[in-house]
């Protein structure tokens, strides 16, 4: 009876629907939503009644869904959204229920095409009653099928359906990110068609722009990173810039991920956008001067790609420099005497005498001279290097010379010059030589003279310490 008298509400549907678009047919869809026969019916969608019994439940689902705004919303009022759930949960493998599962999609699609409410609301509501991990796996199980017709749409579909998703609020965001919904999708994001893939790869730009860790934490648990690295060797452009922005947005703060990425073989493809002069080289560089060298698996794979190199290379950008000298002193301080040397080779130190004396940038260098005295406070060899460099040497011994302005720039790059000078005064091996050749204890002097009467307190007390301590060793021949 129950069978019967579902597919007789469905034939009148199916009848009045051919003249929906008329006064007739919208007016007696309007009824059957009032007199609250969608309580009545849906309730037969239930697992527990026959599978033909579900069909016809779920055609007058179908039938609600695809005829007007009015009655998507009544369906929603009467508890649909579950229902449209429920049946994702069917057996794909039997084709009747099969038939549910798709239907289900279709009316997922068609709730979202009610324009008079937002669809961030719709996106709460299904997510509150669990549509994406189910929708996710839906997604996995049809990415499986070779032998339906019908699968390449519906994954469009679904692949749509998430989209829509990622444009929701920051909670909307945060579901999608759940271990729950990403495990299912990783695996089929390689196998997916450029359209697909390039939806679902903005679709995952959204959620890792999300302010929070919470998101970005949820699908590095899921596997993500291995899967994004992997996309960097996709043909098209397009994929490639995707999945670089989001490593970039999942790398940001979190040293785990960082390590991941690096394990996973980030680096040849950030370097091959550098020295291709890709159009997000700028990102490339970013993540590649914010790496945690400070854990020696992360060293290892870095010297596999001749990363000391690189970054003596980037000094010559402007805009990465300080980044790149930072690298290298946490590399340095880290591994002093590997990497000391590699900085003072013929090919690497001229670099670095080339952009601590450079006059052209003056706030690159006030920012690169107190990095540079870090380093040369802990590597001997690099102390050493610059020490026996005239260029080097004159260049800081010349900006002592500079009669004291009220720039900060220029007072901090002084300040840095007479620290800079301090270090190599106290480990040098022939001080009198130094100091006969360059002239250091008159242009400290000179510049002691020259703060005491600008009134700069901090810059001339530095000096005369400096001064103090150049004198001692100069008259005791203390000699290192």
């Known amino acids: 009876i129950i069978y019967a008298v579902i597919k007789f509400v469905n034939d009148l549907l199916h009848d009045e629907g051919a003249a929906a678009q008329n006064q007739r047919g919208t007016k007696f869809q309007q009824s059957i939503c009032t007199i609250g026969i969608i309580s009545l019916i849906v309730k037969y969608s239930s697992p527990r009644y026959p599978i033909r019994i579900r069909s016809h439940a779920c055609n007058f689902v179908r039938h609600l869904c695809y005829s007007n705004d009015y009655t998507r919303k009544m369906f929603i009022a009467c508890g649909g959204l579950p229902v449209l759930i429920r049946f994702l949960y069917e057996d794909y493998s039997n084709d009747s229920s099969r038939q549910l599962i798709l239907s289900s999609i279709d009316c997922i699609k068609n709730i979202f095409e009610i324009k008079s409410n937002p669809k961030n609301d719709f996106c709460r509501l299904f997510c509150k009653f669990g ?24 994954l469009e579909r679904i692949v749509r359906i998430f989209s829509l998703f990622s444009g929701g609020d920051k909670l909307v965001r945060e579901k999608i990110a759940q271990v729950s919904v990403v495990k299912y999708i990783l695996p089929v994001l390689p196998r997916l068609e450029f359209d697909n893939l390039f939806i679902f790869m903005k679709t995952f730009h959204r959620v890792c722009g999300v302010k929070s860790p919470t998101p970005r934490k949820l699908m590095e648990d899921a596997g993500i990173i291995p899967v994004f690295v992997q996309l960097l060797e996709h043909p098209r452009k397009e994929i490639h810039n995707q999945a670089i922005l989001c490593m970039e947005m999942l790398m940001d703060i979190s040293k785990s991920r960082k390590e991941k990425a690096i ?190 009467a600008a009134g700069k307190k901090r810059l001339c007390a530095l000096a005369e310490n400096c001064l103090t301590s150049i004198n001692k060793k100069l008259h005791s021949h203390d000699f290192f």
């Open 263 to 452: 394990y996973a073989g980030i680096i040849p493809y950030l370097l091959e956008v550098i020295d291709k002069k890709m159009l997000l080289k700028q990102v490339a560089l970013r993540i590649l001067c914010d790496l945690p060298i400070s854990v020696p698996a992360v060293r290892v794979e870095l010297r596999k790609h001749k990363m000391v190199e690189f970054y003596v290379q980037t000094l010559s950008d402007t805009c990465w420099r300080t980044d790149a000298l930072n690298a290298l002193k946490l590399w340095l301080q880290a591994e002093p005497s590997r990497i000391g040397y590699q900085l003072t080779t013929s090919v690497n130190i001229p670099k670095i005498i080339q952009v601590c004396t450079s006059t052209k940038y003056e706030k690159h260098v006030a920012l690169i001279l107190p990095t540079l005295n870090s380093m040369m406070r802990k590597s001997e060899v690099l102390n050493r290097a610059l020490a026996g460099s005239p260029r080097f040497v004159l260049g800081l011994t010349g900006r002592l010379d500079q009669k004291i302005q009220d720039d900060p720039t220029m007072v901090a790059i002084i300040q840095s010059s007479v620290e800079i000078i301090s270090i190599m005064c106290n480990k040098h091996k022939n001080l009198v030589k130094f100091n006969k050749k360059y002239n250091v204890f008159k242009a400290v002097q000179t510049i002691a003279e020259s703060a005491k």
């Open 131 to 154: 549509l994406l991990p189910r929708l996710a796996k839906v997604f996995f199980i049809l990415s499986q099928d070779t032998q339906h017709n019908d699968v390449k749409g519906y």
